[in-house]
């Protein structure tokens, strides 16, 4: 029911006037009748303008509020220029803004073409409330289908939405510069920001679990924020924030989409996919025009992606969970492959996308030598698959979950990649070496010991897979027929091709994602279909046989991680008192 709002009359006119208030035309301002006009000190009126209840506690002080409609219980002081246009819902708390103004028809970020991978704009995502990382990568990875199919059927969809424009219900804005055309969402604080503009921030979380958050020194223009946080002198254009990412510490970023729980500070992003858990943390590091997803960027981690013909043309993906150590670099277009550590310089536009878990050295020529399936030996490798659902910011918040993530580091991907990988190897195997005793494969260099050590190694691994999803039933049995389908990793959720294309030939934004959400709720029962059709007789072993492998991958992890607790107890030892 719509609250009685009143004409001041001359009694309260009187009242306002003694306390600094004014308007030109008071006939154009209504106020609730049961408030406290003693409440309202040096308010300037202009326009049409509506105030909900004030009394006890609530003040409005030192503002110019022009054509504004204000709910029940706000505090708004020393606003320095304007409050113009605006919408401000209940329980909301103003305090030392430079102006909050909102334009005629703005869509506050909503809509907004970020120019992600290709910084020239051939690669745009259109950014909305509700992104997922997964129709964002569609856009991105598709962009002739998201031209002549999506397009249509996104602009239908944004015009049908109706996008809260104000001040929501219980949001506090303290101590910040100006806001022009930033909406801002339920219980979200915004506290110190420098400047803001064409912004939507949004929180989806129950009452009292806010995740969104915008914080001292942050500048921010064409952006969404949705459950994350910006703080300490964050500096964005052109760029999507999901639900639990957090930059802050003066990281800068332009045209960027980060994804579920992100966590980027100090260094610098342009035209980046950052899926989900893609963490850098480390000043003089730069990701440009690069995919990534669980992604761990060492300090002074660089990517060049411009070679002076055509422009910033060229990008890379670097698979899920890549590392990289500190002043590594490379040159795009690369893909690196799942789980791999990135170090030196690389210059040959490697594609190590068949050798997951890899060492990759740039030589003192800028060639990739690769060292395969080495990571598995690392007991940090089991650790991260248990650290990151773990250090999910999203959990507890009662909120609905865009990002799609599956979190197993063996799967179908990962082990197809070392499935292929063992023949690849079979046949690099029987070649002789160059003259500098390499074997050469797409812009890639290996030993023939490193080889050998890979094949075993993608053994063990895959045999440890099979041995954390078979069970006690053994092999789940082929469907007649069955053909083996590919998998795809879809920026952290994992499903066969044939959903991505199903998802493709939708006609609406909900049948996309609901395609995308019945993949991640199948996944394992299409998981063990896929174990189904892809295992041949050669890996049919006995429970007891591929538990012996299992074991092997085991006690291979234990002894890393034994060595490396022995070597920190003696540097410990070293650096006593």
Known sequence: ??????????????????????????????????????????????????????????????????????????????????????????????????????????????GTEVAVLD???????????????????????????????????????????????????????????????????????????????NGTIINNAAPGRALAFIGTGVDAENFIVEDGRLDSGAFLRNCYVGQGASIEKKFTAHDSLFFANCSLENGEACAVFAGPYTVSMHKSTLLIGVQTSFMNAGSGTNQSNHMYKLGPVHWGVFERGVKTSSFSYIMLGAKIGAFSLLMGAHKTHPDSSQFPFSYLFGDDRGATVVVPGVMLRS?????????????????????????????????????????TALDVIDDLLSRPADDDRYLRYRGMKFT??????????????????????LGADGFPEKKMDEEVYDWVDMSGLLLPRHYLEEAMEKETIEGMREVFDIAFSRYPELEREWIASRFSERWHKPAEVIASYAEDFDRMIEDDRRRYLEELSAQNEMLKL
């Not at 250090?391 to 918040?397: A, G, N, S, Y």
């Not at 050590?453 to 041995?467: P, T, V």
Request: hydrophobic letters at 40%; glycine letters at 8%; aromatic letters at 8%.
């Open 1 to 110: 029911m719509e609250p009685v709002y009143i004409n001041p009359g001359a009694r309260e006119i009187t009242l306002l006037s003694e306390n600094g208030c004014r308007s030109s035309d008071w006939s154009r301002v209504r106020f609730n009748p049961h408030s406290d006009f003693s409440r309202f000190r040096n308010i300037t009126f202009e326009g049409n303008v509506s105030v909900g209840l004030v009394e006890g506690d609530d003040i409005l002080e030192n503002a110019l509020i022009k054509d504004c409609r204000i709910g029940n219980h706000a505090t708004i002081r020393n606003v320095g220029g304007y409050l113009d246009n605006c919408t401000i819902l209940d329980n909301v708390r103003i305090e030392n803004v430079g102006s909050i103004v909102f334009e005629e028809e703005s869509r506050c970020g909503v």
């Open 448 to 469: 023939r010991a490193a080889l050998e050590r890979a094949r075993h190694l993608y053994e063990l691994a895959i045999y440890k897979y099979l041995s954390l999803r």
């Open 379 to 419: 007991c940090g490798l089991m650790r991260d698959e248990q650290k990151w659902p773990a250090r999910d910011r999203r959990l507890k918040r009662k909120l609905p979950m865009h990002d799609r993530v599956v979190f197993d580091v063996l799967n179908p991907i990962t082990v197809e990649a070392m499935m």
């Open 119 to 197: 910084e020239t704009g051939s690669r745009p995502v259109t950014i909305f409330p509700g992104l997922t990382a997964q129709i964002a990568l569609l856009m991105a990875r598709e962009p002739k289908w998201a031209e002549n199919h999506l397009s249509p059927i996104l602009r239908e969809y944004l015009d049908s939405q109706e996008y809260f424009v104000g001040i929501g219900q219980g949001a506090v804005i303290e101590n910040c510069g100006s806001l022009i055309n930033v909406s801002v969402g339920r219980e979200v604080t915004i506290s110190g920001a420098a400047a803001l503009k």
